[in-house]
């Protein structure tokens, strides 16, 4: 097969996506409901087999990440490690994990996997590239396997919605995203400054991440897709591509660059989004957005993201909550207005640097300012805590701020601990996937470079039917189609 020369036209595309976005519309409830209702909270906590057994989990995608998700999930000393597949076993990344469980069954193919071992395996971990979360996840939960999913869950907005749908249809799997921030002490603190009226009345918030990412040296006046190189002997690059449009092999696609295009990955914004508006988007109740406007998109094509974005999504009013403007930042000097009194900003030594083949170091750490009727505050990434500026206002404050409760487990004992019953998940699809939705109307606006507007009751695009159509994205690939039709 050849690669595709071009990028596919707004008339091509809008015959074959804009049917299946048609899903998406006021009938979603129903929908949900035809697949087997929406459970209970209690449901949705299967014990496994004991209080000594341990938890049989299969890891797909054994590198880099990947690996990291399984070692973490393997030393909470509750699981056992009985299968690992990646489409590239032989690289240097799955030898490594592999000569940790040589006991685990090995595969290429995750279908092949389910098929010889489905009644083995307990939950699954998932740390593969965006664009194969979806048919990894649809098929374990299908087959009542839990699933650890690494963020953002989903490349496109239909993508999550079927996959939190699939949540209600099997309320016994239990589900998590991998934005660790969720068990970590960000999470507990914004949720007791919530309660504690600490944090109210937010109007505005602003989250930045301006590190070098791989894109920002590439040449933005690209016109085609990166020509054809040799698969790596022993990848399975068929498998790789999952659902996708079909694209010849480039080492700009794997093993890393793949979050760079659209085709495949969600960008700065799906990669620490998650990591930097999850407790803002859970406890401020932001749902999905009205409005979505790019202010700026430096080097904009149509293959990989901008080198630059500034985009603003616009909440409305929630109950008693005002309403509320985001703004995203993101490219190495893209760096936001900061309040008086903003200080040095503090970077968490347990956070992973984001810096990415380059020796510069970041303008600014990854981070948020909320903006308050009364107070304003500025926080960092995954659990890093939350300060009130300007010092004065912290120290006026100080005597009433309630005390925080630590944590009872990291993210992923929180995901065994789940899987055996003994606790609820932090971030499970029904919490995380809207913020994936967010993520992908972002992704929208920086691929079409003109403002949205959203319905929230028929989740549709009402003012750009091209757009509206990127909501389901390209039809999937022949031999891919069952995935999507849950």
Not at 68 to 94: H, M, Q
Not at 194 to 207: F, N, Q, R, S
Request: net charge negative.
């Amino acid at each position: 097969m050849s690669k595709p020369k071009s990028t596919l036209s707004r008339r091509d595309f809008l015959k074959t996506a804009g049917a299946a976005t048609a899903g998406l519309m006021v009938a979603g409830p129903a929908i949900a409901a035809a697949m087997g209702g929406t459970g209970t909270t209690e449901a949705r906590n299967r014990r496994i087999k004991g209080a000594n057994a341990k938890l049989n989990v299969a890891a797909i995608g054994i590198g880099y990440r990947g690996a990291d998700i399984i070692n973490e999930i393997y030393n909470t000393g509750r699981v056992k490690v009985v299968a690992l597949c990646d489409v590239d076993p032989e690289s240097a990344e799955s030898r490594k994990t592999i000569a940790k469980f040589p006991k685990a069954k090995l595969f290429r193919d995750f279908r092949s996997m389910f098929d010889q071992m489905a009644g083995d395996i307990d939950a699954v971990t998932v740390g593969t590239p965006d664009h194969s979360h979806f048919p990894i996840t649809m098929l374990a939960m299908s087959l009542g396997k839990h699933v650890y999913v690494e963020k953002p869950m989903a490349r496109t907005f239909r993508e999550a919605e079927l996959m939190m749908m699939a949540a209600e249809k099997y309320p016994t799997v239990v589900t998590q995203v991998g934005n660790q921030g969720h068990s970590q002490a960000n999470y507990f603190q914004f949720k007791a400054w919530l309660e504690a009226g600490i944090i109210k009345d937010i109007t505005a918030v602003t989250a930045h991440m301006n590190d070098v990412r791989r894109w920002h040296s590439w040449d933005t006046s690209i016109g085609k897709y990166p020509p054809a190189e040799p698969v790596p002997e022993g990848m399975d690059w068929e498998t790789w591509l999952m659902a996708r449009p079909y694209h010849d092999f480039s080492h700009l696609y794997h093993p890393g660059d793949w979050r760079s295009w659209y085709d495949f990955g969600m960008g700065a914004l799906g990669d620490w989004g998650a990591h930097i508006i999850d407790t803002v988007h859970e406890f401020l109740e932001l749902g999905l957005p009205y409005e979505v406007e790019p202010l700026k998109l430096e080097g904009r094509n149509d293959y990989f993201f901008p080198q630059a974005s500034t985009i603003r999504f616009r909440f409305p009013s929630r109950g008693s909550m005002p309403p509320l403007d985001l703004t995203w930042y993101d490219g190495a000097d893209n760096i936001p207005p900061l309040p008086d009194g903003y200080g040095e900003q503090e970077v968490d030594p347990d956070i992973p640097v984001s810096i990415v083949n380059s020796d510069e170091p970041s303008k600014l750490a990854p981070g948020k300012i909320l903006y308050g009727k009364e107070l304003t505050f500025k926080g960092g990434t995954h659990g890093t805590t939350l300060s009130i500026i300007p010092e004065d206002k912290a120290r006026d404050i100080a005597p009433k701020l309630p005390e925080v409760p630590d944590s009872p487990s990291n993210h992923f004992e929180n995901f065994v601990n789940a899987c055996m019953g003994e606790e609820q998940t932090r971030s499970p699809f029904q919490i995380h996937g809207p913020l994936s939705q967010v993520f992908s109307l972002g992704v929208i606006v920086q691929r079409i470079g003109e403002k949205i507007i959203f319905d929230r009751r028929t989740k549709q695009i009402t003012n750009n039917s091209f757009a509206n159509a990127l909501l389901a994205g390209e039809p999937p690939r022949r031999g891919w189609e069952e995935f999507y039709k849950r």
